[in-house]
């Protein structure tokens, strides 16, 4: 019987801080922003694996899509109008954007821990940063932060 209870309490201790440690991070889909026209604010985030991240709808006909995300995580595609939520599931760069915005660099940067693909992440900023017809620095600014 104590072997039970000291074996229940320490399950519970492990799923108490398991998930104290992962946090809740809303991301904005704006038109109008501190970063410009047509932003997700925060463009730029830092976050720990196992967070997720809530895309929230300020202003209508945004979404969120996965433009690159490390090995083992899981890409995501949303639909335009609609929340979503991501888990931030393994470590690296997820970059992503706004599909009917992105024309206008409606994109953003999440770091989880290492950098892992860096070198990915960053052909896929300047993919996008060219392909932009409006806030060429936009992107580029965000992708600057990690390290």
């Not at 991070?25 to 501190?34: I, P, R």
């Not at 931030?88 to 770091?111: F, Q, R, S, W």
């Amino acid at each position: 019987m104590k072997f039970h209870s000291a074996m229940t309490a320490g399950l519970f201790a492990a799923m108490v801080s398991t998930s104290a440690m992962a946090a809740e991070h809303v991301v904005e889909m704006k038109n109008s922003g501190a970063d410009g026209a047509m932003v997700f604010e925060p463009g730029y985030l830092e976050a720990e694996k196992g967070d997720t991240v809530k895309f929230v709808m300020t202003d209508p006909a945004h979404n969120s899509v996965s433009e690159v995300v490390p090995e083992g995580a899981e890409s995501w595609s949303g639909a335009i109008n609609k929340e979503i939520t991501v888990t931030l599931d393994a470590e690296g760069v997820y970059v992503y954007k706004c599909t009917p915005h992105a024309p206008l660099n409606m994109a953003g940067v999440i770091k989880v821990g290492e950098p892992t693909n860096y070198d990915e992440a960053k052909a896929a900023v300047e993919k996008l940063t060219a392909a932009a017809a409006t806030n060429k620095d936009r992107l580029t600014d965000y992708f600057s932060q990690v390290k």
